[in-house]
């Protein structure tokens, strides 16, 4: 079982920063793909970011490439998402999604999920 824990969020202005943080318990972190989702009230989960376990490749959705970085510590069985240049639209909760496997993009191809953390980016 794998158990995540989500950290980092908060108020924000317009072009702040913030650096979300997950952390995994279990001693299988090293070999799952972590991945970031995002919900606005009313909308469903929007994939966001995920990485492989080994770090190797990583894939962003549009809407945040070159403003967001994901990164992981599989000593520390912590991923990160560093979030930069925020806008508006950010506002959500982030949650934290955990699989066995390749990269998906779609939240019910994901098997563990944490509790979620609130960002909310004012203008």
């Known amino acids: 079982q794998v158990q995540l824990v989500e950290s980092g969020g908060g108020s924000v202005q317009d072009g702040d920063s913030l650096r979300l943080s997950c952390a995994a318990s279990?001693?299988?972190?090293?070999?799952?793909?972590m991945g970031w989702f995002r919900q606005a009230p009313g909308k469903e989960h929007e994939f966001v970011v995920a990485i492989t376990w080994s770090g190797s490749n990583t894939v962003y959705a549009d809407s945040v490439k070159g403003r967001f970085t994901i990164s992981r510590d599989n000593a520390k069985n912590t991923v990160y998402l560093q979030m930069n240049s925020l806008k508006p639209e950010d506002t959500a909760v982030y949650y934290c999604?955990?699989?066995?496997?390749?990269?998906?993009?779609?939240?019910?191809?994901?098997?563990?999920w944490g509790q979620g953390t609130q960002v909310t980016v004012s203008s």
């Open positions: 279990g001693r299988t972190f090293s070999s799952l793909t």
């Open positions: 999604a955990a699989r066995f496997g390749a990269v998906l993009r779609t939240a019910p191809n994901y098997d563990y």
